[in-house]
């Protein structure tokens, strides 16, 4: 069976297993998948690292575009995400539904895990600034480098978990509290691409009519994206 290599963000690792799954099942080909931050693959890329098809933010594949790494007649958005707060199955939930109520769960943490690179963490990063409470946040914040911040959670070094709330929901012993108020931030769309160099051009551009497919839909909600 031939099969193709995906580079994807972390953001839809939780649906893609059952992708995969599906899409082989109904004849596609076998799917090879490394994950990763789209910074950390954006480095990865430029530095020569092979891929059939990338998801990336949609910034990240307009890079890619625009460097000519991918073909832009296979561009297509395949989701977006809200970046959302979890805590520790069993635990209080703060309340996080308007501005000032997650001002104050903020300041009131003894740690906020959070992610350095990621879409999510840049975001977070910028609202606790806008917030006026970064240098609060940020004297006790657990900064991940790369990963899924709710896995702080389980360890006891962070209260709450600060990341896509598709990737808070790929830690098991977790809970949603629930996305950031949706007027203080924009949802991540995720974006998908065949590279230019590419050998398995026809099976890569079958794997991305299918995630626009009402089968991928529901797979990709039950993830916690929204197609």
């Given at each position: 069976?031939?099969?193709?290599?995906?580079?994807?963000?972390?953001?839809?690792?939780?649906?893609?297993?059952?992708?995969?799954?599906?899409?082989?099942?109904?004849?596609?080909?076998?799917?090879?998948?490394?994950?990763?931050?789209?910074?950390?693959?954006?480095?990865?890329?430029?530095?020569?690292?092979?891929?059939?098809?990338?998801?990336?933010?949609?910034?990240?594949?307009?890079?890619?575009?625009?460097?000519?790494?991918?073909?832009?007649?296979?561009?297509?958005?395949?989701?977006?995400?809200?970046?959302?707060?979890?805590?520790?199955?069993?635990?209080?939930?703060?309340?996080?539904?308007?501005?000032?109520?997650?001002?104050?769960?903020?300041?009131?943490?003894?740690?906020?895990?959070?992610?350095?690179?990621?879409?999510?963490?840049?975001?977070?990063?910028?609202?606790?600034?806008?917030?006026?409470?970064?240098?609060?946040?940020?004297?006790?914040?657990?900064?991940?480098?790369?990963?899924?911040?709710?896995?702080?959670?389980?360890?006891?070094?962070?209260?709450?978990?600060?990341?896509?709330?598709?990737?808070?929901?790929?830690?098991?012993?977790?809970?949603i509290v629930?996305?950031?108020?949706?007027?203080?931030?924009?949802?991540?769309?995720?974006?998908?691409?065949?590279?230019?160099?590419?050998?398995?051009?026809?099976?890569?551009?079958?794997?991305?009519?299918?995630?626009?497919?009402?089968?991928?839909?529901?797979?990709l909600r039950e993830a916690?994206?929204?197609?």
């Open positions: 069976m031939e099969s193709i290599r995906v580079l994807s963000t972390l953001a839809v690792k939780g649906a893609f297993a059952e992708l995969a799954a599906r899409f082989q099942a109904a004849g596609g080909a076998r799917i090879e998948a490394d994950f990763a931050p789209t910074l950390a693959l954006l480095d990865r890329l430029r530095r020569g690292e092979a891929a059939d098809v990338v998801i990336l933010t949609r910034e990240g594949l307009s890079e890619m575009l625009g460097e000519h790494r991918v073909a832009a007649v296979s561009y297509v958005d395949i989701a977006r995400s809200w970046v959302g707060i979890a805590v520790k199955a069993g635990r209080a939930h703060p309340d996080i539904s308007t501005e000032a109520a997650l001002r104050t769960a903020l300041v009131r943490a003894r740690a906020v895990a959070y992610s350095r690179i990621g879409a999510s963490g840049i975001l977070f990063a910028e609202l606790i600034a806008r917030l006026g409470i970064a240098h609060l946040v940020d004297a006790h914040a657990v900064v991940v480098p790369s990963g899924l911040t709710a896995e702080r959670l389980l360890t006891d070094e962070a209260d709450l978990a600060v990341q896509q709330i598709s990737e808070l929901k790929q830690v098991a012993g977790v809970e629930g996305p950031i108020p949706r007027e203080l931030q924009v949802p991540a769309v995720f974006s998908a691409g065949c590279m230019l160099a590419t050998e398995n051009v026809v099976p890569a551009e079958r794997f991305l009519k299918f995630l626009r497919s009402g089968e991928a839909i529901s797979v916690g994206l929204e197609p």
